[in-house]
């Protein structure tokens, strides 16, 4: 998977793709319209943000690059890349359990906080890319 150059793009199924791991400066894209919802990323090295109508969606540390990011309301599914292992955090279901699948093998069950954050480590420095989905228990 290589960075998005768009830095925030509509997938033909309706998905979103954004990010780029490879800027050594910041960039943002803002006021981005898709499905009838606003988004807002801001993406280098460092960092990958994804706001959805102004409330948090996604983040990384470092920064990443996202592929076919989907919602439903039972969770989320994405194909994620970096240079090297990334912690990312997720805006989900306050106070909920989820379970976290890391290339279709299940990593095991995460409960969101009162704030709806949902935290995880993916290995990408071996990898290059994997693919995440996170569905309610």
Known sequence: MAAIQELLRTEENGSISFGNHTLSEKAKKEDFESGGDVYKVKTYGALT???????FLYE???GTSVEA??????GVAFSVCGNSDAQITLGMKDDTEYE????????GK???NLGGK???SVELEEKGEVRIRVQEA
């Open 110 to 112: 995460m409960s969101t």
């Open 118 to 120: 949902l935290s995880l």
């Open 69 to 74: 990011f989907s919602e439903d309301e039972k």
């Open 60 to 62: 990384s540390v470092p």
């Open 49 to 55: 943000k994804l706001e959805k109508n102004g409330l």
């Open 100 to 107: 976290v699948f890391v290339d279709d093998a299940s990593i």
